[in-house]
């Protein structure tokens, strides 16, 4: 009775096997016909995919990837013709023969019961991905049109996946070429619009080191470690990119606010004096070291010095005629408080004429500003605390009416 049940159980597990088989070999069957029932083909192979007699078998995963590779090959025969694909489906086929025929490699490299590698299905995988392979270009443009960020990154990454495979190791598909390059850009700039800097940032670093549109790399790069709060690595792509890149502005300008912003300001002095070495003539560098040295070291005197060098450029530099109107402005209040606490009538008018004697050199940077740009509620508050404190009550009227406008 014993050997009665064990032979049935035997039987059962062959049919198994051999119907899970028979579903396999159906599948390419139905993908290889004249009209094919691409549906019906994927619910077949699905079963056998999941089925313990059938998933670890290469010939059911390479079977998988064939029938959709089949059914992007019938768009794409439209395509060669003149007639309109349906490029979704497509597309979409084509993005899941990679996996696919990954796992068949995989499960084809392995020894028979002999211990011999003897693989069935590696060939035809080989010759489908090489002839693919230019086609992942275009459905990652495809995607990247249609603002499908993620499916276009796929799509760039399975192309150079594909190039990166050891089964095609010295062979051409595998050669680091111009497309290659490109794609690599555009998976990067893919990876930008995913929310996602680590995943951006490994992309570009990858891309960063073919000449492939580096300086736009670069500034992507410094970009994504700004989002992610990285100072650290931001700090050394900019100063990458300065070295790579040395006629580019971005990188000098960005270091130069970088250090500004970390209150290293001699560091940004020396930077700047980099930057006006290479463009003498440039008003606004000589704003921002004026600035650094108002608000970084707290010299006046310096600070005054490169404001009105940058208005001998730009007499018109609203910004730089603000910033030395400011200067003198502050040190009228601070010396009218200093003013206000002497208790000597005759030595609190004469510090307080000098306190006027600031707010009359602040005023006609102001006015000139005001003039420029009417509309700046700034000018106006600095004026009006200027006519106020030099009694100027007219203009002082006028300034409170524009304001009330």
Same mark, same amino acid.
Request: aromatic fraction near 14%; hydrophobic fraction near 35%; charged fraction near 30%.
């Given at each position: 009775?014993?050997?009665?049940?064990?032979?049935?159980?035997?039987?059962?597990?062959?049919?198994?096997?051999?119907?899970?088989?028979?579903?396999?070999?159906?599948?390419?069957?139905?993908?290889?016909?004249?009209?094919?029932?691409?549906?019906?083909?994927?619910?077949? @192979?699905?079963?056998?995919?999941? =089925?313990?007699? *059938?998933?670890?078998?290469?010939?059911?995963?390479?079977?998988?990837?064939?029938?959709?590779?089949?059914?992007?090959? !019938?768009?794409?025969?439209?395509?060669?013709?003149?007639?309109?694909? =349906?490029?979704?489906?497509?597309?979409?086929?084509?993005?899941?023969?990679?996996?696919?025929?990954?796992? /068949?490699?995989?499960?084809?490299?392995?020894? $028979?019961?002999?211990?011999?590698?003897?693989?069935?299905?590696?060939?035809? @995988?080989?010759? @489908?991905?090489?002839?693919?392979?230019?086609?992942?270009?275009?459905?990652?443009?495809?995607?990247?049109?249609?603002?499908?960020?993620?499916?276009?990154?796929?799509?760039?990454?399975?192309?150079?996946?594909?190039?990166?495979?050891?089964?095609?190791? &010295?062979?051409?598909? +595998?050669?680091?070429?111009?497309?290659?390059?490109?794609?690599?850009?555009? +998976?990067?700039?893919?990876?930008?619009?995913?929310?996602? *800097?680590?995943?951006?940032?490994?992309?570009?670093? #990858?891309?960063?080191?073919?000449?492939?549109?580096? $300086?736009?790399?670069?500034?992507?790069?410094?970009?994504?470690?700004?989002?992610?709060?990285?100072?650290?690595?931001?700090?050394?792509?900019?100063?990458? &990119?300065?070295?790579?890149?040395?006629?580019?502005?971005?990188?000098?300008?960005?270091?130069? %606010?970088?250090?500004?912003? *970390?209150?290293?300001?001699?560091?940004?002095?020396?930077?700047?004096?980099?930057?006006?070495?290479?463009?003498?003539? $440039?008003?606004?560098?000589? $704003?921002?070291?004026?600035?650094?040295?108002?608000?970084?070291?707290?010299?006046?005197?310096?600070?005054?010095?490169?404001? #009105?060098?940058?208005?001998?450029? %730009?007499?018109?530099?609203?910004?730089?005629?603000?910033?030395?109107?400011? @200067?003198?402005?502050?040190?009228?209040?601070?010396?009218?408080?200093? /003013?206000?606490?002497? =208790?000597?009538?005759?030595?609190?008018?004469?510090?307080?004429?000098?306190?006027?004697?600031?707010?009359?050199?602040?005023?006609?940077?102001?006015?000139?500003?005001?003039?420029?740009?009417?509309?700046?509620?700034?000018?106006?508050? /600095?004026?009006?605390?200027?006519?106020?404190?030099? %009694?100027? &009550?007219?203009?002082?009227?006028?300034?409170? /009416?524009?304001? !009330?406008?």
């Amino acid at each position: 009775m014993k050997r009665v049940l064990l032979t049935a159980a035997l039987c059962i597990a062959a049919s198994a096997s051999f119907a899970q088989k028979k579903a396999v070999n159906e599948a390419q069957s139905i993908a290889k016909g004249d009209k094919p029932d691409f549906t019906e083909a994927r619910t077949l @192979i699905k079963g056998a995919l999941e =089925n313990p007699e *059938s998933k670890d078998d290469p010939k059911t995963w390479y079977v998988a990837g064939f029938i959709e590779d089949q059914q992007f090959s !019938n768009e794409r025969t439209k395509q060669v013709l003149g007639q309109q694909p =349906n490029e979704p489906v497509m597309y979409e086929a084509l993005g899941n023969v990679l996996p696919y025929f990954k796992k /068949a490699y995989e499960l084809d490299q392995l020894p $028979n019961k002999k211990g011999k590698v003897k693989p069935k299905f590696t060939k035809d @995988i080989k010759g @489908i991905l090489g002839a693919n392979h230019l086609y992942y270009i275009n459905g990652g443009a495809y995607y990247f049109d249609q603002k499908d960020y993620p499916k276009a990154y796929d799509f760039f990454q399975q192309y150079l996946e594909i190039s990166d495979l050891p089964m095609f190791k &010295g062979e051409q598909v +595998a050669e680091k070429d111009s497309n290659y390059m490109t794609v690599q850009f555009y +998976a990067a700039v893919a990876a930008t619009q995913l929310g996602d *800097s680590q995943k951006a940032i490994a992309a570009l670093e #990858r891309a960063k080191n073919t000449d492939y549109r580096a $300086n736009d790399v670069y500034q992507y790069l410094c970009y994504e470690y700004e989002q992610a709060k990285d100072t650290v690595n931001l700090e050394k792509i900019l100063e990458e &990119g300065r070295i790579k890149f040395p006629d580019e502005k971005y990188y000098l300008m960005s270091l130069i %606010n970088n250090y500004i912003y *970390s209150d290293r300001n001699e560091k940004a002095i020396e930077y700047l004096n980099t930057a006006i070495a290479k463009d003498p003539n $440039n008003p606004e560098l000589y $704003n921002v070291m004026g600035r650094v040295y108002e608000t970084g070291l707290k010299d006046y005197d310096n600070a005054e010095k490169f404001f #009105r060098k940058a208005l001998e450029f %730009n007499p018109d530099y609203t910004d730089a005629l603000s910033n030395l109107g400011r @200067i003198f402005y502050n040190q009228g209040v601070n010396k009218q408080g200093e /003013a206000n606490m002497i =208790n000597d009538s005759k030595q609190y008018q004469e510090e307080l004429a000098k306190a006027k004697d600031l707010f009359k050199k602040a005023l006609p940077y102001y006015e000139k500003a005001h003039q420029l740009k009417p509309e700046d509620k700034e000018y106006m508050t /600095a004026l009006r605390g200027i006519y106020y404190n030099l %009694n100027m &009550g007219k203009e002082f009227d006028a300034i409170e /009416a524009e304001m !009330n406008q």
